[in-house]
């Protein structure tokens, strides 16, 4: 297995935890049955939003193609709202890891940074 690979693979298990964080917190801001409402409707409505708006050939087609730094923030603005669900739900140990996480990811995927930002 190569870096890139390995990179994807950390980038996947990011994602998934941010989807998760979102999730947690929905449902633990929810009452009743209602918490089953954002519990599932912020992850879905996140990733919706997340494989949407995308900068053509960032692998694969984009179903609406957007400028390469309208991108980056975007999934700035992904994973800082996860980060920010987990200090809410008062996990601040696993919010700081999960940050430091995140920036080791784009650290190590400054190619595709530049990319974008040139893109």
Not at 34 to 50: D, E, K, M, Q
Not at 72 to 101: C, S, Y
Request: proline residues 6%; charged residues 15%.
């Amino acid at each position: 297995m190569n870096f890139h690979s390995f990179n994807l693979g950390f980038r996947f298990l990011l994602e998934i935890t941010a989807l998760i964080s979102f999730g947690v917190w929905g449902w633990q801001k929810g009452e009743n049955w209602a918490r089953f409402v954002p519990a599932l409707g912020i992850p879905v409505l996140a990733a919706a939003v997340w494989a949407t708006f995308r900068v053509p050939n960032d692998p694969g087609p984009a179903p609406v193609a957007i400028p390469g730094v309208l991108r980056l923030l975007l999934e700035l603005a992904f994973f800082a709202l996860a980060v920010w669900a987990l200090h809410d739900l008062k996990f601040t140990l696993q919010a700081w890891i999960l940050g430091a996480l995140i920036c080791l990811h784009y650290v190590l995927s400054y190619e595709r940074v530049l990319w974008m930002i040139k893109r």
